[in-house]
């Protein structure tokens, strides 16, 4: 399972680095763009994180100017992240490449096999919930 897993994450990194993203940083910045504002705690639900991995993940995206963030008004011991006009440009350079990635392993896949993968991994984290 976790070579089958590095081999996937290494196939969707080699297309995401034209744009020099890693496989989690394009998770976030996916995420952070569907939500518009969000917060570390819904991006650590969202993309089943532990707060750690989570911090260490956003820390270049903030330093890189693709994710900004600001005080929360409503909780002052929690941040709003949102994307930068550059994040959201970056993201959005980062789709298409993520779509062909997509297609591209379904392809060498097969349906069975990719409906095979799909299906384990919603097994898993709902057992884990």
Do not use: C
């Amino acid at each position: 399972m976790r070579k089958s897993t590095r081999l996937i994450t290494q196939f969707y990194e080699e297309r995401l680095s034209t744009v020099g993203l890693k496989v989690g940083q394009f998770s976030i910045l996916r995420a952070t763009h569907y939500r518009k504002k969000t917060t570390n705690k819904e991006l650590q639900s969202i993309l089943v994180l532990d707060q750690t991995t989570l911090s260490r993940a956003i820390k270049p995206l903030i330093r890189d100017g693709l994710l900004t963030t600001s005080a929360d008004e409503d909780d002052l011991r929690s941040k709003i992240i949102s994307l930068t006009p550059q994040g959201e440009k970056t993201y959005l350079k980062a789709l298409p490449l993520w779509q062909e990635a997509q297609k591209s392993l379904r392809k060498k896949l097969g349906d069975k096999e990719t409906k095979n993968i799909l299906d384990l991994s919603e097994s898993f984290i709902t057992k884990l919930a």
